[in-house]
Protein backbone atom coordinates (compact mmCIF):
# COMPACT_ATOMS: atom_id res chain seq x y z
CA UNK A 1 0.00 0.00 0.00
CA UNK A 2 1.07 3.33 -0.77
CA UNK A 3 0.45 7.00 1.29
CA UNK A 4 -1.01 8.50 -2.12
CA UNK A 5 -3.88 8.04 -4.04
CA UNK A 6 -4.02 5.59 -7.03
CA UNK A 7 -6.56 7.00 -9.88
CA UNK A 8 -6.95 4.50 -12.60
CA UNK A 9 -8.18 6.32 -16.07
CA UNK A 10 -9.57 3.80 -18.78
CA UNK A 11 -10.49 4.86 -22.55
CA UNK A 12 -13.11 2.29 -21.88
CA UNK A 13 -15.22 1.69 -18.73
CA UNK A 14 -14.90 -1.93 -17.76
CA UNK A 15 -17.13 -2.68 -14.03
CA UNK A 16 -15.02 -6.45 -13.67
CA UNK A 17 -11.87 -4.67 -14.18
CA UNK A 18 -12.85 -1.42 -11.96
CA UNK A 19 -13.54 -4.18 -9.01
CA UNK A 20 -10.19 -5.90 -10.02
CA UNK A 21 -8.11 -2.95 -10.01
CA UNK A 22 -9.82 -1.40 -6.34
CA UNK A 23 -9.82 -4.86 -4.70
CA UNK A 24 -5.51 -4.21 -5.48
CA UNK A 25 -5.51 -0.75 -4.22
CA UNK A 26 -6.46 1.30 -6.55
CA UNK A 27 -8.44 4.44 -4.86
CA UNK A 28 -10.64 5.25 -7.70
CA UNK A 29 -11.63 4.35 -11.40
CA UNK A 30 -13.20 6.42 -13.77
CA UNK A 31 -13.84 6.28 -17.86
CA UNK A 32 -11.20 9.04 -19.24
CA UNK A 33 -13.08 12.61 -19.33
CA UNK A 34 -13.81 14.61 -22.17
CA UNK A 35 -11.16 17.53 -21.13
CA UNK A 36 -7.96 17.39 -19.15
CA UNK A 37 -8.94 19.93 -17.17
CA UNK A 38 -12.03 17.17 -16.13
CA UNK A 39 -8.92 14.79 -15.79
CA UNK A 40 -7.18 17.58 -13.42
CA UNK A 41 -10.37 18.00 -11.28
CA UNK A 42 -10.59 13.99 -10.51
CA UNK A 43 -7.45 14.02 -9.40
CA UNK A 44 -7.49 16.80 -7.23
CA UNK A 45 -11.24 15.96 -5.45
CA UNK A 46 -9.34 12.40 -5.08
CA UNK A 47 -6.60 14.00 -3.04
CA UNK A 48 -8.37 16.20 -1.37
CA UNK A 49 -10.50 13.52 -0.33
CA UNK A 50 -7.07 11.02 0.98
CA UNK A 51 -5.42 13.79 2.46
CA UNK A 52 -8.31 14.82 4.57
CA UNK A 53 -8.82 11.49 5.50
CA UNK A 54 -5.85 10.72 6.83
CA UNK A 55 -5.30 13.85 8.43
CA UNK A 56 -3.33 13.67 12.14
CA UNK A 57 -5.19 14.88 14.58
CA UNK A 58 -5.34 18.92 14.65
CA UNK A 59 -1.83 18.50 13.33
CA UNK A 60 0.28 18.38 16.44
CA UNK A 61 3.15 16.06 16.54
CA UNK A 62 3.36 13.57 19.19
CA UNK A 63 6.47 14.33 21.28
CA UNK A 64 7.77 12.67 24.65
CA UNK A 65 9.33 14.89 27.18
CA UNK A 66 11.61 13.64 29.67
CA UNK A 67 13.45 16.82 31.76
CA UNK A 68 15.83 17.04 29.06
CA UNK A 69 15.27 14.37 26.59
CA UNK A 70 12.79 15.07 24.00
CA UNK A 71 11.68 12.33 21.85
CA UNK A 72 9.75 13.12 18.52
CA UNK A 73 7.78 9.98 17.43
CA UNK A 74 6.79 11.11 14.44
CA UNK A 75 10.05 12.08 12.88
CA UNK A 76 12.21 9.55 14.99
CA UNK A 77 14.10 11.96 16.57
CA UNK A 78 15.99 11.77 20.10
CA UNK A 79 17.15 15.29 21.76
CA UNK A 80 19.20 15.09 24.93
CA UNK A 81 20.05 18.67 26.10
CA UNK A 82 19.05 19.88 23.03
CA UNK A 83 21.86 17.75 20.92
CA UNK A 84 20.52 15.64 18.28
CA UNK A 85 20.97 11.69 19.52
CA UNK A 86 21.26 9.76 16.11
CA UNK A 87 19.48 6.29 17.00
CA UNK A 88 18.75 3.60 13.92
CA UNK A 89 15.21 1.96 13.93
CA UNK A 90 15.67 -0.64 16.62
CA UNK A 91 17.50 1.39 19.02
CA UNK A 92 15.05 4.37 18.94
CA UNK A 93 12.42 1.72 19.50
CA UNK A 94 13.75 0.11 22.35
CA UNK A 95 14.75 3.79 24.47
CA UNK A 96 11.15 5.47 23.28
CA UNK A 97 9.79 1.92 24.96
CA UNK A 98 11.56 2.38 27.94
CA UNK A 99 11.55 6.29 28.40
CA UNK A 100 7.78 6.40 27.82
CA UNK A 101 7.54 4.78 31.02
CA UNK A 102 10.28 5.57 33.66
CA UNK A 103 10.78 2.91 36.20
CA UNK A 104 8.87 0.31 34.33
CA UNK A 105 11.07 -2.69 34.36
CA UNK A 106 10.41 -4.76 31.24
CA UNK A 107 11.79 -8.47 30.88
CA UNK A 108 13.79 -8.96 28.16
CA UNK A 109 11.20 -11.36 26.62
CA UNK A 110 8.32 -8.56 26.83
CA UNK A 111 11.16 -5.98 25.27
CA UNK A 112 11.92 -9.17 22.33
CA UNK A 113 8.04 -9.48 22.15
CA UNK A 114 7.76 -5.35 21.26
CA UNK A 115 10.60 -4.42 19.33
CA UNK A 116 12.17 -7.43 17.53
CA UNK A 117 8.08 -8.68 16.79
CA UNK A 118 9.00 -11.75 14.52
CA UNK A 119 12.77 -10.85 14.12
CA UNK A 120 13.79 -12.69 16.74
CA UNK A 121 14.84 -16.31 17.27
CA UNK A 122 15.67 -17.50 20.30
CA UNK A 123 18.92 -18.57 19.93
CA UNK A 124 19.91 -14.36 19.02
CA UNK A 125 20.95 -12.06 21.62
CA UNK A 126 20.96 -8.76 20.03
CA UNK A 127 19.02 -6.94 23.01
CA UNK A 128 22.56 -6.20 24.90
CA UNK A 129 24.42 -4.45 22.01
CA UNK A 130 21.52 -2.39 20.92
CA UNK A 131 21.54 -1.32 24.80
CA UNK A 132 25.42 -0.83 25.25
CA UNK A 133 24.96 1.23 22.25
CA UNK A 134 22.13 3.39 23.56
CA UNK A 135 24.24 3.99 26.83
CA UNK A 136 27.15 4.89 24.90
CA UNK A 137 25.31 7.47 22.77
CA UNK A 138 23.44 8.94 26.38
CA UNK A 139 27.15 8.97 27.46
CA UNK A 140 28.37 10.96 25.47
CA UNK A 141 26.08 13.56 25.62
CA UNK A 142 26.13 13.67 29.55
CA UNK A 143 22.30 12.75 29.50
CA UNK A 144 20.88 13.01 33.23
CA UNK A 145 18.94 9.10 32.80
CA UNK A 146 20.40 6.12 32.10
CA UNK A 147 18.98 2.17 31.58
CA UNK A 148 19.41 0.28 34.34
CA UNK A 149 19.72 -4.21 34.44
CA UNK A 150 17.20 -4.69 37.23
CA UNK A 151 19.08 -7.91 38.12
CA UNK A 152 17.09 -11.21 37.43
CA UNK A 153 14.68 -9.25 35.99
CA UNK A 154 14.55 -7.17 33.19
CA UNK A 155 15.92 -3.48 32.34
CA UNK A 156 14.24 0.22 32.98
CA UNK A 157 14.70 3.67 32.53
CA UNK A 158 15.57 6.00 35.16
CA UNK A 159 15.75 9.68 34.91
CA UNK A 160 18.42 11.54 37.64
CA UNK A 161 17.09 13.98 39.98
CA UNK A 162 19.41 16.79 39.24
Not at 35 to 53: C, D, F, M, P
Not at 110 to 122: C, G, H, K, N, R
Not at 131 to 152: D, H
Request: aromatic content about 10%; hydrophobic content about 35%.
Amino acid sequence: MTKAPVLILKHQYDGEEKITAIEAGADEYIEWPDTIQESIASARALIRHYTELNRQDNGQLNILTQGCIFISVDFRKVFVNAQEVPLPRREFDLFYLLAATPGRVFTQEQLYQQIWVYDYSPTENSLHPCLRRIRRKLENVKAPCSIQNMRGVGYCFLQDDT
